[in-house]
């Protein structure tokens, strides 16, 4: 990824802290010889610099993925920038955004009991604090055959690539004019940006 110096992100708890709240990645290899991506959530653990995740079994990625160098990408917000909002008009439109690249060898999980915990620990995560589904209380069974439906791996990182695009390369009078006219939008994106430049600032 193209990381000009003043957009580089190398502070690893913001890192693992994004991944955590962006857990939706999408996930790259080359598959018989042509690119392929999946869209689907990964599971950071930070002891093994890790990602766990799952394949659908008929998704057909996964059959040449093992031990590949691979790339998975998670976004976050990102938003136009208008030059009109700027103090001059000698100014072109941008994007502003948050993107992490990591990079790393897949292997297979055949383990039950590590696919039983990193399922588990997926829907801990997203199921709301107040929901009563929980993966502990479904018959076993009914998870073994449903389990048979998936392909389980892990990713152990080799690389990482941050980069949060906000603004930085501008005046901080200018920064302050793109967060004005970015908190008056009613896009979620948009307020999100601005919320990170203001932290920058």
């Known amino acids: 990824m193209y990381i ?14 994004f991944i955590e709240k962006h857990g939706f990645a999408t996930l790259f290899s080359q598959h018989k010889g042509e690119p392929c ?15 766990y995740g799952h394949f659908a079994r008929e998704n057909g990625q996964w059959k040449d993925i093992e031990k590949q160098q691979v790339l998975a990408v998670f976004q976050g917000p990102h938003c136009y920038i208008s030059p009109t ?21 897949v292997e297979f999980v ?24 929980n ?8 998870i073994a055959g449903m389990s048979k439906g998936i392909v389980a791996f892990r990713i152990k990182i080799t690389k990482v690539e941050a980069k949060a695009k906000l ?18 939008a009613s896009q979620q994106d948009n307020v999100q940006i601005a919320s990170l430049m203001k932290k920058n600032l």
């Open 37 to 51: 991506a999946t869209h689907l959530p990964l599971m950071f653990n930070k002891s093994e610099n890790a990602l």
């Open 85 to 105: 909002w700027y103090e001059t008009t000698k100014a072109v439109p941008t994007w502003n955004y948050v993107s992490i690249h990591l990079y790393g060898k």
């Open 4 to 17: 000009p110096k003043h957009f580089n992100i190398d502070e690893e708890e913001v890192i693992y802290d």
């Open 167 to 184: 603004s930085q390369n501008h005046s901080e009078e200018r920064q302050k004019l793109i967060i004005k006219h970015l908190e008056k």
């Open 135 to 142: 993966l502990n209380d479904i018959e076993p069974s009914f």
């Open 110 to 133: 055949e383990d039950r009991k590590v696919i039983f915990d990193s399922l588990n620990d997926l829907v801990t995560k997203y199921e709301t604090p107040d929901s009563t589904y």
